[in-house]
């Protein structure tokens, strides 16, 4: 019945912190879904004339216009569209399948973590090492290995990038500041509560941080076009 207690805490304070750090992405998902269904069904029934006349504009600008450079990463699976699993030399870069582990993993050891504070369990304490061990190692390995580069930026996508890249490395410090933390607190306090709300607090402020990273990398994906295909990208690492 205890540990019943305990997965429940977890897993709504888990909830909690989450809700917390999806607010500020929250922020921008405010299109009105209703009128882009309108549109589109406006735009259908537009006369056939001119959607032709519209259709051969297109072809005639994309005709035109350079190929980009990064249709070489796609080539290979457009040849064989039946391979639906990509290896890692399809991808421009290696960093989007490795940042999502801090995302991840940094939550729940703070989320757990605040938790313990109550219950003072041991098998939460090792649960919270291990994964502010793996995700403190995959942030870093991300923000420094992994981290792609970048050309052509607009000026405002470049202020995102410069917001991503600054929340990753306070996800960084903080993610190994929190580790150390978290480990003097399992060997050397013995989990006396004072220690491990240290802790907490230290993984909570990592986890703050790396929910801020996701939120201004998916902005540069998703808003700012900085990615896909390779685009806007000056190196490959495969």
């Known amino acids: 019945m205890r540990t019943h207690k305990i997965v429940c805490y977890s897993i709504t304070l888990f909830a909690f912190v989450q809700l917390i750090a999806a607010s500020p992405a929250l922020a921008h998902g405010g299109e009105k879904h209703e009128k882009k269904k309108t549109e589109t069904t406006v735009v259908k029934t537009e006369t056939v004339d001119t959607a032709t006349s519209q259709q051969a504009a297109t072809d005639t600008a994309e005709a035109s216009s350079p190929v980009p450079s990064t249709t070489v990463h796609t080539e290979a699976h457009e040849?064989?569209?039946s391979e639906v699993h990509a290896s890692l030399s399809d991808f421009p870069n290696t960093h989007p399948l490795i940042v999502h582990f801090p995302i991840m993993l940094l939550k729940v050891a703070a989320a757990v973590l605040l938790a313990n504070i109550l219950f003072l369990r041991k098998e939460l304490n090792w649960l919270v090492t291990i994964a502010a061990l793996v995700g403190f190692i995959t942030a870093y390995l991300a923000a420094n290995y992994n981290h792609p580069h970048t050309d052509g930026l607009t000026t405002h996508a470049q202020l995102v990038l410069d917001q991503h890249d600054l929340y990753a490395e306070w996800t960084v410090y903080l993610g190994g500041i929190g580790l150390v933390a978290?480990?003097?607190?399992?060997f050397l306090f013995k989990g006396t509560r004072w220690s491990v709300a240290v802790a907490a607090?230290?993984?909570t402020s990592s986890a703050y941080a790396v929910s801020m990273v996701g939120h201004?990398?998916?902005?540069?994906v998703h808003i700012e076009g900085v990615g896909p295909q390779g685009k806007f990208l000056k190196e490959h690492h495969h």
């Open 201 to 203: 607090l230290i993984l």
């Open 182 to 186: 978290q480990l003097l607190s399992q």
């Open 216 to 220: 201004y990398g998916a902005q540069l």
């Open 79 to 81: 040849q064989t569209p």
